[in-house]
């Protein structure tokens, strides 16, 4: 749950900041959280998760 709300803030934080300096359109933020939404509701939501999941763990493993 930790890296859910983790990834969520992240990504609504990169939305916010590409909405006010990049010229994102707001529609274009409000389209891409749509498909998110639909995608979780999906036959895909296990293996997206299982990718996200995977993906955390390489970054988490890399030592600076």
Known sequence: MV???????LLAIIVVMLVRKQGLKT??????????F???SSSM???ID?????????IE???F
């Open 3 to 9: 890296l859910s709300v983790s990834v969520v803030l």
């Open 38 to 40: 639909y995608l979780a």
């Open 61 to 63: 493993d890399i030592k």
């Open 27 to 36: 529609i274009h933020a409000i389209v891409c959280g749509l498909l998110g």
């Open 50 to 58: 299982e990718l996200s999941n995977n993906l955390a763990n390489v």
């Open 45 to 47: 939501a296990p293996t």
